[in-house]
């Protein structure tokens, strides 16, 4: 059975940063793509950014980008977010996917729970 876990959410000062943390059990890892996705409430689900197989890495939005570093550790089956110059904006749930591609195109097929991350101003 596939699992995918998020952790290392939280309440976060503006300007502040966290590293999200999303272990996968059940598959074998380095064979996936992963990425990171976020909602808001009252909005649609976000991409924010991909990392195939291989290691490249695709951003899906702007709004992240040079602020929000993804990576992967294959041996541990875990896959990072470090989050820095927090935004409030920046305010929602937090969600890991698996998708059994090779590039950052493709079906997510496995999603965590989520992790909530909230930034004050």
């Known amino acids: 059975q596939v699992q995918v876990v998020e952790s290392g959410g939280g309440l976060v000062q503006a300007g502040g940063s966290l590293r999200l943390s999303c272990t996968a059990s059940?598959?074998?890892?380095?064979?996936?793509?992963m990425g990171w996705f976020r909602q808001a409430p009252g909005k649609e689900r976000e991409g924010l950014v991909c990392?195939?197989?291989?290691?490249?890495?695709?951003y899906y939005t702007d709004s992240v980008e040079g602020r929000f570093t993804i990576s992967r550790d294959n041996a541990k089956n875990t896959l990072y977010l470090q989050m820095n110059s927090l935004k409030p904006e920046d305010t929602a749930m937090y969600y890991c996917?698996?998708?059994?591609?090779?590039?950052?195109?493709?079906?997510?097929?496995?999603w965590g729970q989520g992790t909530q991350v909230t930034v004050s101003s």
């Open positions: 996917a698996a998708g059994h591609f090779s590039a950052c195109s493709g079906t997510w097929s496995n």
């Open positions: 059940g598959l074998t890892f380095d064979y996936y793509a």
């Open positions: 990392i195939s197989r291989s290691g490249q890495i695709s």
